[in-house]
């Protein structure tokens, strides 16, 4: 056999055993209404719907690579004062970038966010799909919308709008 023969069977083979992080991307790829958001206190074990029974908002995971949040808390009202307008970024999280899917991992490069410490970070999510269902769980960490309640591991669950 010739060496371009080989030299092609060769590239063919790396090719074929690579880890199908493309692949892996498609799982995501649409848009996701919020369903829920939990917390669970690593120190204690509680959980609580930190932002409320009904909370509400979308995430969008593009083909190209690009992800959107833009989440919210239930209960949002128009604010009145200055403090107001502070307390309602509690009930938001809000924040972009590139993301890629690692197996049952997305990480996201985030260039933008409604928490400037967030950027030029990588956010790491664990999930799990079940049918139209897509499960979220953060790792364990202070959340900077309630850093008064310590380690904390969200759980989300999103529905597949389309």
Do not use: C
Not at 94 to 114: F, L, M, N, P, Q
Not at 130 to 135: E, F, H, I, P, T
Not at 153 to 162: G, P, Y
């Amino acid at each position: 056999m010739s060496h371009s023969k080989w030299l092609v069977i060769l590239v063919w083979l790396v090719f074929a055993v690579q880890p199908g992080f493309a692949d892996d991307s498609a799982k995501v790829i649409g848009i996701w209404k919020l369903l829920s958001y939990d917390a669970e206190s690593e120190a204690t074990g509680a959980k609580e719907p930190v932002m409320g029974q009904n909370p509400t908002g979308y995430a969008i995971f593009a083909p190209e690579g690009r992800v959107m949040f833009v989440l919210t808390g239930e209960g949002r009202k128009a604010p009145k004062t200055i403090q107001d307008r502070a307390e309602l970024l509690n009930t938001l999280i809000a924040y972009t970038g590139t993301y890629r899917v690692e197996g049952d991992t997305w990480i996201t490069k985030v260039d933008v966010a409604w928490n400037p410490e967030w950027v030029g970070t990588e956010q790491k999510r664990s999930f799990t799909l079940v049918g139209d269902r897509l499960q979220v769980v953060t790792p364990p960490g202070v959340r900077p919308n309630w850093p008064e309640k310590g380690i904390m591991r969200s759980r989300l669950t999103f529905e597949r709008v389309k």
